[in-house]
């Protein structure tokens, strides 16, 4: 049976070999929620790049651009780092240049991968569609915060294993423990999130509406995939 | 409150502040067990190396050997890495010199902590009584398999933190997420750890017996702590 992976945080990603794997990159708050919530709202494409100055100067390219440094956009940005911030019509047809603290890093150190998705709760099952038609193994690598791993990450790997049963087995003792975690977790993801550091951390800028947000499974149906340096939607 | 955070793997240790920390290293299938067990039999003190050969060249200067890689021991050495080893009545008194491939890693990076203590099921107790009175934050770190968290490392944290409740309260999500793991796995340890990776690679060496043994809770109350380079038994 195919085999599925999780890695805590992009601090563990040396230990992973990528080379044959299908990598799907989470950063439930927020960043992967929102490069979602922009490709349903008609993004043509994302750029992820893990310096704030590259970023700005992409907007000479003709890119809209958003920053997120420790859940806060500095000024001069087009986009904040909420998925509500997606929603605007400016979005449509739009190329965006994205940096993040956690969520961007995840995706550039995962690029050597040959297959590349971007996931959240959101698409969830565009994620599941795509890793049952792919052929090999898969690894899911959550953001984290800063390094360290956290809760709600963990918890989509779980879920997607979850949606996976029968196709892919755990490769290993991480995913074993997302899976549990999403078991326990899973009837009332909110109230189970809530306890987190990150969410606690986040609660303190104001974003209550953005973390429910977030949790919706389903929402939209997109397949943002990385092509070279830029991520597309493989769902339009 | 004081505060406790899980360290999954010594790979993620430059994450964590150790200088005001009591860390408890963990390495359950057996590094840590068998430091415990063989304090229990009397050990007078126990050199943890990273090094084979700088582990070899301790046998002139008086201390009995012990090695392990990837499971198994090297020829030439006096003790294998399972507890039942450390049951031998030659135990009593001696010095020991240890290498494993993830238990002594664990401690060697987190030796920088003011206050080490060594940690397994078979001292959980002893562990908890030791932070009961220690009056800062503590740190577990989980030895894991090669940078990899591993399930019973994990689930030693999260009885360690249950153990705590009201006296120490969860820093961030990886302890959170121990914790939650342990609850789910405390009614029947054994079968809970069946399905880990790293338990099938151990019964895949034969040594069903070890992984029994050390999942038994409280059987020694012994505590290992660093002083310099060794360890010594706080209990005798």
């Not at 420790?70 to 929603?87: A, C, L, M, R, V």
């Not at 892919?168 to 189970?192: G, H, I, P, Q, R």
């Not at 809530?194 to 389903?218: P, Q, Y």
Request: with cysteine.
């Amino acid at each position: 049976m195919r085999k599925i992976d999780v890695c805590f945080s992009p601090d563990l990603i040396h230990l992973y070999d990528l080379s044959d794997k299908c990598v799907v990159v989470v950063d439930i708050f927020r960043a992967t929620s929102c490069m979602v919530t922009a490709f349903a709202h008609g993004a043509a494409e994302i750029v992820p790049v893990e310096q704030i100055e590259l970023c700005q100067s992409f907007r000479e390219k003709g890119y809209l651009i958003s920053a997120e440094r420790n859940g806060i956009t500095p000024e001069g940005f087009d986009f904040d780092n909420s998925p509500f911030s997606y929603q605007d019509p400016k979005v449509k047809g739009a190329k965006i240049c994205v940096t993040t603290t956690n969520g961007t890093v995840a995706i550039r150190r995962s690029a050597e991968a040959p297959q590349l998705y971007v996931g959240a709760f959101l698409n969830l099952s565009s994620i599941t569609e795509a890793l049952n038609k792919w052929e090999g193994d898969a690894l899911v690598v959550c953001a984290g915060w800063k390094g360290k791993p956290n809760l709600e990450d963990t918890l989509f790997a779980g879920a997607l294993i979850d949606q996976l049963t029968g196709v892919y087995e755990v490769a290993d003792d991480a995913a074993l423990m997302a899976w549990k975690n999403f078991n326990v977790a899973s009837k009332d993801m909110l109230t189970a999130v809530k306890n987190s550091s990150h969410v606690k951390r986040l609660l303190g800028l104001g974003i209550e509406k953005d973390i429910a947000f977030c949790l919706e499974v389903d929402r939209y149906d997109v397949l943002p995939e990385l092509e070279g340096e830029r991520l597309v939607n493989k769902k339009r």
